[in-house]
């Protein structure tokens, strides 16, 4: 009884493994075909746009305002909140800065 429920899930086991294994094979594929499309996509809507230097002063602007903002409505105050604003402060910036040079 052991041995055919486990020659059975070994079964199962091996033909899930090749069928895995041909679909990263195929996506693997129309990643390749796909990189020239993807070439011309890049060039023409993707182009230089915002750079760093630009993005961080955006990013840092927008992130004193929004965060200050925040402050003011938890109402302890700019101060009360300062421990958890510092950590928020950049996490928020880093995200927010990567972005605008990403999209823009």
């Known amino acids: ?6 020659s059975k899930d070994k079964k199962e086991a091996r033909t899930l493994a090749i069928v895995l294994l041909v679909a990263v094979v195929a996506l693997a594929g129309a990643a ?7 070439a011309d996509f890049n060039a023409a809507y993707l182009a230089s746009g915002v750079d760093l230097k630009e993005a961080a002063i955006i990013a840092f602007a927008t992130t004193m305002v929004v965060l200050v903002i925040f402050a003011i409505a ?5 101060l009360g909140e300062l421990q958890f604003m510092l950590l928020g402060f950049f996490a928020f910036f880093v995200v927010l800065w990567l972005l605008i040079a990403w999209i823009f």
């Open 32 to 38: 390749l075909l796909a990189m020239p499309m993807l």
């Open 74 to 78: 938890a109402g302890d105050g700019l």
């Open 1 to 6: 009884m052991a041995d055919e429920n486990d």
